[in-house]
Every structure is written in C-alpha cells, then in structure tokens.
C-alpha cells in the first residue's frame, strides 16, 4: 500500500510539474543564439502557424516555430523591392489570401510590400500621393486594398523665438492599385517643439493619440483618448455611433505634470552639449496645449472580436494598464502588468519586457482558455 501511496504521489509531482511547464512561457529570440532580438518591435502570428516578429536593429522580419525556434529571416536593409529603406517605423501583416505585407514610415519606401511567406516578393502597391508619407499602420481589405494611417512631413509654425510642429494624420482606404478612393478621418495635433525650422525638435507630452482598429463590417474603431468612448467610423468616414466603455476619464493637466516632464527630458539628454544647444528650448514649454492627458495608447480587435485597450503610459512608470472589452463595450478583463505590448492572437498571448539594463525580451504564452482567462494568467 505504501509503494502505492508513493507511485500517486510521484506522478501528481510530475502531472503539477508539467502544467507549471505549459504556464511557462517561451522566450523568442534569445540574445546571442542564432535569430536573436534585439528590439523585437512588433509580433504576430502567421497563418501557417508560426510567429513572425520584426527587429528594428537589423530590419528583418524574423520567423520562429510556435516553440520558439528560428526558421528564417525576410526582409533586410535595402533600396529595392522585398528590402526594407527605414528600419525604424516598419509594420507588417498578413492578407486574406495569405500573403505578407510590410509598410515604412517617412524617409522609407512610399510603396506597400507584398512577400510569400517564403520570403520571395509577390508585388509591390505604390500609392497614389503626391505629399511626403510614410505608414504608420494598415489593415488589409479582401477586395484587396487597404485601410492605411498615413504620416504627412511635420509642419513648423513659429511660436515666439521658437517653433511648434504639426503632425498631421490621415486614415484612408486605397483600392488594389494604390488610389485613395475614401477618406475617413485626419487629425493635425502640434506633437513637438524646436529652436527650428527643420529639424533638433523635441516632443511635447500629452498629445492626442490617433487609435484606430478594424471593427464590424465596413467599419473601424477610432478615439484620440481624449474621453472613455468609442468612435465607430465607416469606410467613408461617417460617424455610425459611439460606444461607451469603462475606461476612466482623461486627467488634467497640471503645472506639476510638465515640470515633471521636462526634468525626465533633461535626463535623457545625453549629450549635454546637444541639449544645451537644442533641447533647452523645452523651457519654453510652460503651458501645455492640451487641457487633459490621453487615457489610452493604442487599441486592437482580437480572433473572438473582442477590444483590447493599452492605457497611456508615462516616462518612467513601471505598470501598463490594459482592458478587454466585448464589442459593445463590456469589461470582461481588466489589469497592470510591467509587460508591455500586449496581444492576443488565436494561439499565443505575446508580451515583451524590458531589464535594467534596456535589454528587450519578447515573450510568447501558449493560450489554453478564453481570451479574458489567457488575458488575466498575464497580469497575475
């Protein structure tokens, strides 16, 4: 009896072990192995089931089996077609028919990529602009064009003995050969401050955000974060309704909120002879444009439909806010969490870390329940 008793308990050892290692999640791209990340900067599943990550170090979209192994790289710095012109700002993501895509943000290419899963290219869509853009995100269409947020060149406007940059933004929808055939939304919030005209500029905090997200139909999602609802949008930029969530109401802004601002740009100003020259003109900044702070930071629809939210964020803080919402609205999740960059797709719950020393990890949990249970084994 006694041998019974220790062969149960044995394998209750083992069965408890097992599901700790399932919870366990699976770093992807591990420092100085083959594939490695550096700064993993976006993550998504393929189709084919295997989890493509872009690094904006090297400019490669890099590809890993659901076990964390790496298979190939596409992508790359490069002038031509299936190459990639700016690292920093690239987007990717998969079509209907199960191709991939990539865009550039502003100095990149002014063109959408299209890549077999392969890596080989498929084609390319320029569009049809004559402004300076670059993308700073889209969304595939199955009559295959796209919904793509463009980035206009920032316009200065002088302020006093310094200058005051718009940044101008655009979501419209193109058909298969790069037309602009509707235009949904545009915004021109002032984002950023400088001594000139063209260029040394430095942020200013609590601008508006443009978040936007697929939604039902021939519709998106669209807020600036500047109060607790939802815009529903359709393809022709008529607002359909609002949706109200729980998200708490924008902050204001205070005298305290910019001093504390400019002390975290100061210390970031490495180069002290660089900020004596350019950055002191943070100190002209002593009212803030904008009466309250953003109460969000980005939102995506996930496989089951539902709405997850990021909440703005601040230099320095240590916890992310995130909600998950039904479509209508309903919290059926909510949380903080030190990880960052949160996603949810049909097999893995994604999420990245970053150490003292600045070091970026990207994470991937295999999801085994509902989207509000896998949500919450994050945040515990």
């Known amino acids: 009896m006694k041998k019974i008793v220790f062969v149960g308990i044995g394998f209750l050892l083992w069965g408890s072990l097992l599901l700790a290692f399932e919870d366990r999640p699976i770093l992807i791209g591990k420092l100085g192995e083959e594939g490695e990340l550096i700064y993993p900067d976006q993550v998504e599943e393929g189709p084919d089931g295997t989890i493509y990550v872009y690094d904006a170090v090297d400019a490669f979209i890099k590809v890993y089996t659901p076990e964390g192994k790496f298979v190939r790289r596409i992508g790359g710095e490069g002038q031509g077609p299936g190459e990639i012109q700016r690292a920093g700002g690239v987007r990717f993501g998969f079509t209907p028919d199960d191709k991939l895509y990539f865009t550039e943000f502003i100095g990149g290419h002014r063109w959408i990529t299209i890549m077999e899963l392969s890596g080989e290219l498929y084609k390319t869509i320029k569009l049809q602009i004559s402004e300076v853009f670059g993308i700073s995100g889209s969304y ?26 718009r940044s101008p933004r655009e979501l419209v929808r193109i058909d298969s050969q790069g037309k602009v055939i509707s235009r949904l939304k545009r915004t021109s919030h002032i984002t950023r401050i400088s001594y000139h005209d063209d260029g040394a500029d430095s942020p200013i905090p609590f601008a508006p955000h443009f978040s936007w997200c ?69 100190e002209k900044y002593k009212k803030s444009i904008y009466d309250v702070k953003p109460n969000l930071s980005g939102l995506s629809r996930t496989p089951e439909g539902n709405i997850l939210i990021s909440g703005a964020t601040e230099e320095g803080e240590e916890y992310r806010h995130y909600w998950l ?8 999740a909510k949380g903080m969490t030190r990880s960052f960059g949160l996603r949810i797709t049909p097999e893995f ?18 999801r085994k329940g509902t989207e509000d249970q896998d949500f919450k084994r994050i945040l515990e």
Request: glycine fraction near 8%.
């Open 140 to 165: 595939p269409l199955r009559d295959g064009g796209f919904l793509v947020l463009l980035s206009y060149s920032l316009v200065p406007q002088v302020k006093d003995d310094y200058f005051l940059y």
């Open 214 to 282: 697929p939604y039902t139909g021939q519709t998106v999602l669209f807020t600036e974060g500047l109060n607790s609802n939802l815009q529903v949008l359709d393809f022709d930029g008529k607002l359909i309704r609002e949706i109200k969530t729980p998200l708490p109401a924008p902050e204001k802004v205070t005298g305290k909120d910019l001093d504390s601002w400019r002390e975290r740009r100061k210390e970031n100003f490495e180069d002290k002879m660089w900020y004596t020259r350019f950055g002191t003109v943070i």
């Open 325 to 332: 919402l039904d479509e209508e609205g309903k919290a059926l």
């Open 349 to 366: 719950v994604f999420f990245g870390t970053r150490d003292e020393e600045g070091s970026y990890s990207l994470y991937a949990l295999k």
